[in-house]
């Protein structure tokens, strides 16, 4: 019997005959019958809550047969909590994949053995006379080896270190899920990116910062008596696509959680994730020293402040010892910084990188910084900051660059930033929270986004290569991502914003990763492998995202959204302070629209590699996706599509509206293959990112056609309604905000 | 496959030799092995989701045998929701139990059937012929019957209405799971109280107002196009212990949920919970005429007024035809109200209740009201203000009262006003929610608190008589209790707080029902049959409030917590408003502690019945419970137990901290008896139980020391430190408030 069972709700005629074909046990054997329960256990009542480890039984039977072959026995040589965690998860795995009992044994002499064998070099010295050299994977790399040994065949997950063994455990757990023929199940796998991060956007209160599923996981009141076992669950999911650090806490950070209560609170999550792999980080607000003990200034150049952060770390590496450091977000939207002391950044990052490197940790400082008083483009201020500061910074600080220079929208181009300040480590910040892109209603995989950032040209070298010190070697390399997980049942709200999740871990581990590679291992893992279903889950998957800046920000567009939650259609917004606002961005007028960034307007492509610039500068040759990005277009110009501008900009909303329908078309063929729970949920949420969907066309369109007054094409459904409808429309308590009061 | 499995943290010996046996499945046969996954699936990894509807299998091979004969073959007739309801509750349950597949069979003769037969005479006119005259069972009861027919037994679930049946399908299972013999499962049931309510405290940005178990279950983002599986869930629990109406919103009202757009959310909701037979109350913004469609007045003389409740009312009840009604907490606490406009809480309520009167829904209006500016006990107002309006109200308005008249402390004796207002029904409300007892991290069992409340003397009867009509009949009795339930996996936070909420339900049914009872039903369906295990956690269940009381409020002492969130203690309290103050409530001074609430203090004992005043009025023939609540006691006076006052309430702390040291001990001599997750997530809070008595008993002894500066007796540990520490002790983020900025 499954764990969460919900009854039917809605009996459509597919489901019922699904439903009354299960509902007739054979009566011959109860026997079967319990095996009967064990499947329909996986088909029925699939809340979402074992995400990509579900394990479910192969259903290839020949693959079957072969793996039932080779991995039917495993051996684990070694004793550390993390080979344990790797043989818990293989013993929970295999014989539910292999549908047959897996025998495990420990400890016993390799050369006896046939079937599976898992070891480090630190509990098994002798494993390179097994399986040969195995230096060169590093601390985290593992190989996945054959071995034939007097004709019977072994099969061997090999590292340098038990991580990488469970790394490994985790990798052919994913290969056998993708139905890979055993002879080609070897490789070897060395990570690309040193810290692969997610940054958690978590209060103390509970509430998530641009959450959108449920609340924060961490339980700080419970903690740290009450360990919830969930923690262990996410270290899984985090540990099997290779996420080897977090941030517990919000960028805009609260000195609370650098108190002596809250690190034992801290260090009780971070010893149940430690055996995955993971290392605890903290948000390291600037002003704590003032807020926590009275001092009178936080100055990086005061000594006080200086033995402060130092005292502070080495109490705190006393309860963490694998401690990760801190992520800083200082002198941006209201967070306190080293400028309130008339000190740079670097100032500023190295107070802390000198505090924590005598214990091995790193300081993660945001570039994503912008004044309100500074009158440039947005786009152009953290490059302006940031790059004199080069080379200030102490060797155990990455800068933490957003993807593009504004803030996470549905389609930017790469920061200028990458590649920009060649002696200072940069790591990558993505966004797994959709907050520019529908939240957790809206089906957008972002891996596409991700590719495409990576795939840019940075200086000297693509972004990815950047990223990975591969344009020139840096003492570390990184990458991060905003957290989209919640308490929700399914982590992440909608069921397929866990492949975000998934897919971000990949990319972080190899950033040249193939996005339609990734969504397919996860659409392997979380919804089985019938081809028909298969192919529509991939095709919905891969649209997803350009089908979200169609109807929200086609051709460049972006910051049109509602001032404070995101969610919907605002670009009439235009009070406040300025670069809040969203005329500012789009800059319509009666002559056209989009925001000039080249030399004639604001500059900011004179901070891209020059073949870079010499593309987007012409918006001839300037890609459509980014046209209004970097140029001001007149209404009626021509375009390569052969249409105006308008008739464009009309298309592709269009274009984003059609594409959710067919999505929804498409999701209901399938319905005979997904169980009853998911398929209703992703149902009720694309109904509702059409609605949306239609919201962003048309309160978009209805705006500009107030600018331009051409006629919309035939193609496109004009408008509903009068564009005062579409501002009158007002969205409470949109989750991911702090409480708005309403009428009191 | 179970669904929520998470691996073991910490092996202990018991564990261990447990999961080694569960580890070596006999290899004979693949079939038995799936037999065994699934009884593993029920023992690892609970997670609470499914409460006490669980269904585990059968233990007792004999009872199973005879259950199997009665009950392998379902016959049911009718086709509403409600009985499809029924239907799938039994499909789902009795394979489970019964371990062996049943067959369900629809509509076929009856005659001709043995097994089980569910059917009600809306369905079924002829049931009567069959069971027998079912007027008597009204709306909701039910009869569990058996009939012999040629030779053959037929048991009958049998009922006036499909929801009838629904509540005997689960009483059944109830029973089954009980192990009760086949031939005393029969009876006729029916409930005692005619609204059985839960109020959720449930904000609209998804907080909950003394919350302590996650967030709101209610998506209000996501509904009504995302409907959450968990919904109908919820609908399940409630309706398997017969609660048939919910008030989804906090009595600190946001008018919002009165708008179109949130009505279409609620609309939603009610659709999932109607065949449940719960029907969905609001709580009514008393100002929301003004809120919402800018009248100039809430008066509800005024006619505008009127016309807008009704008009709302009107919209409300054709999106929710069974819409229940309004609960209103007004001119309470900030709340608005009818005492704005100089109009009384009965005018107040019966503009609601004209406005719901025509659609069959009713008025729950809370006596929850007092006024700082009154210097009187606070503990007599609620009966000062709404005695004399005893009559006034019209006949669809409930009066509802907190079962003390202070508010939901640990011990408090029954609210004066039962019975005191014969012309009007009167309403109990009690509190799930551990607001003052130790939120969601104590284990205190509840009913023996609703219990000791409605068994104590109210105006012509018990509690329990007034609330159930028995004194004098009413035209609706009804029941209600502040909710304990949020997004948790487990739902209540605290394995343990579940028992809460199902013996309330309980309760609510049969107002006289054993505690005792109730929990050993709630342990055999959650945790088990095995009759150490049960032992154990009976006889922790029922000791659990009481330790509470000692380690908190002991002898009638009350309202000495923490000044915003309740959890903890701060006797010392002082300053703002003096009946928010707690110095108000204990009146410690050099000659003694207490409140005088007899003829020469307060005169607060004046509003009970007059054996009741007797009893209490005298220090000597005062229960010791009570003593502090009634009386202002001399440090050094004697007391029946032979105990000078300081010296029983040390001793008293002391026995609160000593219980839940036992409590600890015996929860570990069951750990081979309860799966992982739940055992280690009990230990933990126990752990946390602890050192919070331990902080309650030391601050209090150490506040009360300075004023009687007596020694401590021998028994007792006195405090660790002096008193300034314990005041000194802040505690952040306490769930269940808004958030409390730190450090901005």
Redesign the interface.
Known sequence: ?????????VLTPARSAQLRAM?S?S?A???????E??QR??LE???G??LWLR?APLTDEVRRQAYRQAFGQVNVVGHSATLL?AE?EL??AL??ML???VS?TRGISVQEESGLLIASVQGLPALKDLVGELSDLGTEGFALVRVQRRGRALFVVAAQTDLGVLYGAYELLRRLAQGVPVEQLTGRFIPKVKLRMLNHWD?????IERGYA??SLWN???LP??????Y??YA?ACASVGINGVTLTNVNA???ILSHDYLLKVKALAD?LRPYGVRVYLTA?F?APM??DGLETADPEDERVQRWWSDKCTAIYRLIPDFGGFVVKANSEGQPGPQDYGRSHAQGANLLARALRPHGGTVMWRAFVYSAEVPTDRASQAYAEFVPLDGQFEPNCLVQVKNGPIDFQPREPQHPLFGAMPHTPMMMEFQLTQEYLGNS?HLCYLAPLFAEVLNSPGHGGTVAQVVQGAVRPTSVTGMTAVSNVG???NWCGHHFAAANWYAYGRLAWDPESDPRDLALEWIKQTWGTHEGLVDVLLSIMLQSREAVVNYMTPLGLHHIMAYNHHQGPAPWIDQGRPDWTCTYYHRADAAGLGFDRTKRGSGNIEQYPPSYQRLVEDSTTCPLDLLLWFHHVAWSAPLSTGNTLWQELCLRYQAGVDAVGDFIERWASVEQHVDE?RY??VR??L??QR?DAVRWKDACLSYFHGFCRLPYPSQVTPPEHALDWYKQQEQ????GI???R??H
């Open positions: 019997m499954t764990k969460r069972r919900s009854e039917t709700k509902d046990p009566k054997s109860h026997e079967s019958w319990a095996m329960l064990v256990g996986l009542g699939q809340d809550y074992q394990h965690a818990r013993s929970r014989p539910s549908a047959q009992p495990i209060n103390l209160d509970g509430t449920g609340f700080w009141y419970a008596d009450i360990v919830d076992p969930r262990l669950d899984r609260n000195a609370l149940v607000r002003s807020v926590l209603t308490s929700d049942p729970l209703s949920a009720g949420a109904l509702r609605a409470y308590f949109v989750p702090p409480e708005r309403f009428g």
